[in-house]
């Protein structure tokens, strides 16, 4: 396995991880009316912590950032961009806008036949799914 594909995989491995363990949660079921995207980045992008994607409080570029959204996301479905932007979930469970072009259709770097399920945590939260 070369350096890059060993780099690839770690990352999938930390955010499964993060998105599931970050607070010794469980899923308690899962939520309907989300899919799972991630970021649009490219490989130095996602390595390089400079790079951040904004997320906001409604679907304008001169909403309020609330913070930077995580590499995978719970997003509306079906997906309806407003104003360039979709409607996505937080980590905290808040409504936040991200733009639709920073976004692509989740899928994992180290295994391509993963799955990743948008779910309701056992501490009230969103998070996800990921079977095999």
Known sequence: MNVRRCVLTAIAAMSVATSVCAQGTTAVKPLPGYVCMMLNLTEQQSMDSSV?????????????????????????????????????LFPNGQT??????????????????????PALMSNGRPGFIHPH
């Open 52 to 88: 951040q994607v904004p997320v906001r409080a409604n679907p304008s570029l001169s909403a309020p950032i609330l913070g930077s959204a995580p590499n995978t996301l719970a997003v509306r479905e079906p997906v309806k961009p407003v104003n360039g932007f979709v409607e996505a």
């Open 96 to 117: 936040v806008w991200v733009m639709a072009n920073s976004l692509r259709p989740y899928h994992s770097l180290g295994d391509p036949t993963a799955k990743c399920i």
